[in-house]
Structure formats: structure tokens, C-alpha cells
């Protein structure tokens, strides 16, 4: 405590002032004797200053005499904690304003180069993201504050650079005061950034693997990274390298799904001499590539001069990509067993075998369909095991249902089934669908079922067309019914026997061909 009178003169002090202000001096001017911010009239308003390297808040008291007493408090360690604390809480908010920016993206590159600018923008003058390599080549991604991204991928050694190395390969940091500066060479620089004055490399932890290396780089004109400093760029490095290994992860699993989908999707149909196939597919969801329902078509062998194929169409239990995991099985199973594609119910046992003695639960439904290309006339030996019958458009506009039934595939220890055999003359159409199409919802009311009766009716007015002309206008109708509403996967398959004119082999001995 001191005392100050009306003239500016120190009037009394105690130990504790002497102490602190040793210059201190009763009845002696304090102008020279107590900082400026002290010696300053106040009006009953605390103030606050330093003296020497302590902090102190003064609380003055008005005396009668009209002298001021000053009590001093010793503020540092408060201030301190103050100050840390909104150090703190703003680096708190960086993280979660970094968080939310890496994790808003899922591309590898998009990730590093926010990161980039980040770090570059509130740790360092400049940055460096620096990937684990691609055979000989460092990708790396750079960004000095206020500059653009720059992206690198050079063959370099990390060994050059002290710290990047064991940095790339997880282990802990180097401390930056243990880093030369001097070593960083020019491919670790943004362009035009200039002296180094100092370098922090901490590593980006990934799931399981280094996602990389984190490089902070400061010009000689600001300080070297203190230890707290260090510290935040850690917790900075973590939550870059969660991303990047999240993206990383993720263009991997995308890979391998875009592998599968190719192999799983609806193959093209190969056209074969003499009949017109044309095919159809449409998946559940608008995001789904593929689902339940699928169709192939085999050439097999032919007796004579006769043009033999297996067609086969079916809907498996559910949809997504488990669903469609089960059907390149089915598809490849039935691939295996094309020696015996005259034999439909032989086929459908030894698929059924398969299916029911492996791990799944799933059943599916199937239509085989076997084609014959004899004279001017396809025939047709058609089988369904749980699946809606084919449908047969005759030339005068009549819709036939196949008279074939059969059950399911996958669910009981045998099959049963019965096979259709059919004749197309020329410019007839035999139609093999999934049940997505005759129950699909949707009309005025939007809950009524197109139903296959409605298609029927639809098919009966294509007489006549070609099997792609037949395809469109189904999907067409049957797109129009759902409008914007749910659906299951719809697929079908359309089979011709071409109108056209026969002519005679050029040689004599070879088949003729029909034109179209």
C-alpha cells in the first residue's frame, strides 16, 4: 500500500510497496518513483500495468486529506491463466472449424490442400502435406499464407530433410529446435517463399498406417516454434491425418466397388444370327448401379443349323450390393453349367444345390429360356422357377402367358418346375420380366399396381414391332406409372423372331439369312 497526496508526493508506504517499487521515497515526488499508469489521477478506477515483469491491478481509495491510498495486487498469475485460457479456447474453436472442413470432403486431395492452407493460415507462414510415397515419387501438397496451393509429386528422398522421414513412418516428432534450418531444401518451398528460419515436421497419424507428414515452415523474420506451439500443431496433425486416412479409405473401398459393380452390372447382350434380343434394366434406388434382378445370355451348342442360346432372367430376395453378390454367383453358376442347357430342371437343381448349401439366406426367382433359330422361326423352350411367366405377343395383337411354373431357388432341398415350349413366327415377341414391372405402384392415386394385366394390354399394341421397339415402350409405360415414386428393380428381356425375307446361300451349300 502507498499513499499519494494531492500534490503527487508519496506520504506513506508499507514493506510490501517498498519491495515492489524500491525507489520509493515518503514526502519524495512519485513521478519517478511508480509507473506512469499509477502515478495518473483517477477517479475511484481500478487500473491495471506492469512493473517490471509482473503484472498488478492498483484499486485506489479517496482519503479526506485528499491523498489517493493504492492497494496493489499481484495479477500475473491471473492475467496468465487468463490469457491461456482465450489462447485455449481459440485454438479450440480452429480445431473444430478444421475438423469440420477436413471432414467435409472425402477426396485425398481436396483434404490435403484445406489442410495445406490451414495450417499455413493459423500455425505457420507456409505449409507442407506431405503423403506417404507412390513408388518413388513424394505427392505433396504446398501453401505459404495468403498464396496459392501448390501440388507436387517428386522423386525425392525424405532422408534429406531432418525428421520427415521417421515423420512418414509414424514416429514421434522431432523437435523443431533440433531441425537446422538451413536443410530445407527448395522442393520442400512454397515458390517465392524465401529464407527459413525455422521448421516443425510432426506426423499424421492414420488408421492403422502413417497417413503422412505434417511440415510448418516460419521465415526468419518471426520466432522459432515454442513447445506449446508444437504441441497444438500435433492436435492439428491428428485430426488432418484421421481425414486423409477417411479419404484414403474411402477412394480404395471405391475402387474395388466400381471393380465389382462392372462385373455385376447387366451385361450387354450379345446378338445372335436370326432372332432380335433387346434388354431392359432399371435399379430400385436412382443411386444404385446395380440390385436383385439380373439377366445373361449364353451361346451354346446347336445341332444342324440350328442357332442355339440360353437366356436366363431372374430376381434375387432384396437388393444393394448384397443382393447383387448373390447374383454373379447364380450368373456364374450358370455359366458352369451351360453343357447341360437343354436340360432347364437340371440346371435349376444343381443352381438350387448350390445356393442352399452356401452361408447366405437369400432365395431368388429365375426364367430360363433357350432359343433355337430353325428356318423362318424361333423356337423357345422356356422354364420358370418362381418367376412370373413369359409373356408371347402374336402377330395379330394376342398376349399368351408361357405355361411353365416352377419353385424358388435357394430354399428347398429340391426344385420342382415344368418347361413351355413355344414357336415365334416372324415378327412375334416372347417377353421375360422380373415382378418389378406388374408391381410397381403408382397411378392417379399412386398405390395401384401396373399389374400384368395393364401389361398385357401394353404389349398386345407393340404386334409386330422390333424387341428393342418393345423393350422402350414397357419401360416407358411402366417409368410413367411410377413417376416419382418408390420401385423395386425392374428388368426384362424381349426376344424376336424378325420379319424380313429369306435369301438363298450364295454357294448353295451354306444356311441362308433372313433380312430385317
Not at 503527487?8 to 510490501?16: F, S
Not at 415378327?427 to 392415386?445: N, R, S, V
Request: hydrophobic share 45%; net charge negative; with cysteine.
Amino acid at each position: 500500500m502507498l499513499v499519494i497526496d494531492a500534490e503527487g508526493r508519496v506520504t506513506r508506504h508499507n514493506t510490501a510497496a517498498s519491495a515492489v517499487l524500491p525507489d520509493l521515497r515518503s514526502g519524495a515526488a512519485a513521478a519517478g518513483a511508480v509507473p506512469p499508469w499509477l502515478a495518473e489521477p483517477v477517479d475511484d478506477a481500478e487500473v491495471r500495468g506492469r512493473i517490471g515483469e509482473r503484472l498488478f491491478a492498483a484499486h485506489p481509495t479517496a482519503l479526506e486529506d485528499g491523498s489517493t491510498a493504492w492497494w496493489l495486487v499481484d495479477d500475473t498469475e491471473y492475467r496468465l491463466a487468463v490469457d491461456e485460457l482465450a489462447v485455449e479456447r481459440e485454438r479450440a474453436q480452429f480445431l473444430i472449424e478444421a475438423s469440420n472442413a477436413l471432414l467435409s470432403t472425402l477426396n485425398l486431395e481436396r483434404c490435403m490442400e484445406v489442410a495445406a492452407r490451414l495450417a499455413a493460415k493459423h500455425l505457420a507462414d507456409a505449409a507442407v502435406v506431405v503423403a506417404p510415397a507412390i513408388g518413388r515419387r513424394l505427392p505433396m501438397t504446398l501453401c505459404a499464407r495468403g498464396g496459392p496451393v501448390e501440388r507436387r509429386a517428386i522423386a525425392v528422398d525424405p532422408e534429406r530433410v531432418p525428421g520427415l522421414e521417421e515423420a512418414l513412418r509414424g514416429f514421434p516428432p522431432v523437435p523443431s529446435r533440433w531441425i537446422d534450418p538451413g536443410s530445407a531444401p527448395e522442393w520442400l518451398m512454397p515458390k517465392g517463399f524465401g529464407g527459413v528460419g525455422s521448421v516443425a515436421i510432426t506426423p499424421l497419424p492414420g488408421h492403422g498406417v502413417p497417413a503422412g507428414a505434417l511440415v510448418l515452415l516460419r521465415t526468419s523474420n518471426h520466432a522459432g516454434f515454442s513447445e506449446s506451439e508444437e504441441e497444438f500443431a500435433a492436435l492439428f496433425a491428428a485430426r488432418v491425418g484421421a481425414a486423409m486416412s477417411a479419404a484414403r479409405l474411402y477412394a480404395e473401398q471405391a475402387s474395388i466397388t466400381d471393380v465389382l459393380m462392372r462385373e455385376l452390372l447387366p451385361p450387354r447382350l450379345r446378338q445372335i444370327e436370326g432372332v432380335e434380343l433387346a434388354s431392359g434394366y432399371r435399379p430400385a434406388g436412382d443411386s444404385a448401379r446395380v440390385g436383385g434382378d439380373f439377366y445373361d445370355i449364353h451361346l451354346t451348342e446347336g445341332a444342324g443349323t440350328a442357332t442355339r442360346a440360353l437366356v436366363a432372367l431372374g430376381d434375387v430376395c432384396g437388393k444393394g450390393l448384397e443382393a447383387a453378390v448373390i447374383t454373379g454367383k447364380i450368373r456364374n453358376t450358370l455359366h458352369a453349367l451351360l453343357p447341360m442347357a437343354d436340360d432347364h430342371h437340371r440346371m435349376l437343381s444343381m443352381l438350387n444345390r448350390a445356393l442352399v448349401t452356401s452361408d447366405h439366406t437369400r432365395f431368388a426367382t429365375l426364367v430360363l429360356a433357350s432359343i433355337a433359330r430353325i428356318g423362318p422361326h424361333v423356337c423357345l423352350q422356356l422354364t420358370s422357377a418362381g418367376h412370373p411367366a413369359p409373356l408371347i405377343v402374336r402377330r395379330d395383337g394376342g398376349v399368351e402367358e408361357a405355361q411353365t411354373s416352377g419353385s424358388l431357388v435357394g430354399v428347398l432341398p429340391e426344385v420342382q418346375s415344368a418347361t413351355a415350349h413355344t414357336t415365334l413366327a416372324p415378327g412375334e415377341t416372347c417377353l421375360l420380366f422380373t415382378d418389378g414391372i406388374p408391381e410397381a405402384k403408382g397411378g392417379p392415386m399412386g398405390d395401384e399396381l401396373f399389374g400384368v394385366a395393364r401389361l398385357k394390354r401394353a404389349l398386345g399394341e407393340c404386334a409386330g414391332m422390333p424387341a428393342e421397339a418393345v423393350v422402350e415402350r414397357v419401360q416407358m409405360l411402366a417409368a410413367q406409372w411410377v413417376g416419382e415414386g418408390k420401385h423395386d428393380d425392374m428388368a426384362l428381356i424381349a426376344i424376336t423372331a424378325p420379319r424380313g425375307a429369306h435369301l438363298t446361300a450364295v454357294d448353295g451349300t451354306t444356311a441362308g439369312r433372313y433380312t430385317a
